[in-house]
């Protein structure tokens, strides 16, 4: 039952295709190889900033990062595209390193606008140095390697990516809830939004298929 219920919230933002997967313990896991290097650069990062810039006043970064960001991003939609058009072949080590390149900035931009540190006049950008890039990156690198050397067991795998995907969109639906004064009440707001609209979009997911 575990299993057929992280697949079902997994179908929420993935097509599980099989031979597009990961295979752990001889089943796929319940997002492809791009998501699951996606989340696990989210997980990584959030991990990242959450230790080292909780205490910091942080803003995003400057425009010139931001741009240099963007870079790493850009290998994940050249292989996305280029094997949907079928103009050259993927595989899903590409997938997982293409989608934690991707992943992994994420939060570089989204983190900062959800500490109140960051509207004061003297913040600074999140990332300050090239340690701010490279811890997240050899971070992240090295759960992907574990995780497509198949070392965590494939309920691990699949509970760690399930809930960074219900972290990654607490966090942006509590952007939704800025007003809200009580801190506690607009995390429950954002992590039950959450849990629902991925459960929409499992549902119209399903229907879709059937």
């Excluded at 070392?151 to 960074?164: A, Q, V």
């Amino acid at each position: 039952m575990l299993e057929e219920i992280m697949h079902f919230l997994g179908r929420a933002i993935c097509h599980q295709l099989e031979e597009r997967s990961l295979l752990v313990s001889e089943k796929p896991l319940s997002v492809c190889a791009r998501c699951t290097g996606i989340y696990i650069g989210i997980l990584s990062t959030c991990l990242y900033l959450f230790i080292v810039k909780r205490k910091t006043s942080i803003t995003i970064p400057t425009i010139k990062m931001s741009f240099f960001l963007l870079l790493f991003m850009l290998p994940l939609i050249i292989d996305g595209l280029g094997s949907y058009a079928h103009l050259f072949n993927s595989d899903n080590v590409r997938r997982l390193i293409t989608g934690i390149c991707f992943g992994l900035v994420l939060p570089f931009f989204i983190y900062p606008l959800l500490s109140e540190k960051s509207l004061k006049q003297n913040s600074v950008p999140v990332i300050r140095g090239n340690l701010d890039i490279l811890a997240p990156t050899l971070i992240s690198l090295l759960i992907g390697g574990l995780v497509y050397a198949g070392l965590f067991s494939y309920g691990i795998i699949n509970i760690l990516i399930l809930l960074t995907i219900m972290m990654w969109f607490s966090l942006l639906t509590s952007l939704f809830f800025t007003t809200i004064g009580i801190q506690k009440g607009k995390w429950v707001l954002s992590v039950l939004s959450s849990f629902f609209f991925l459960l929409i979009l499992s549902t119209l997911h399903q229907i879709i298929i059937s």
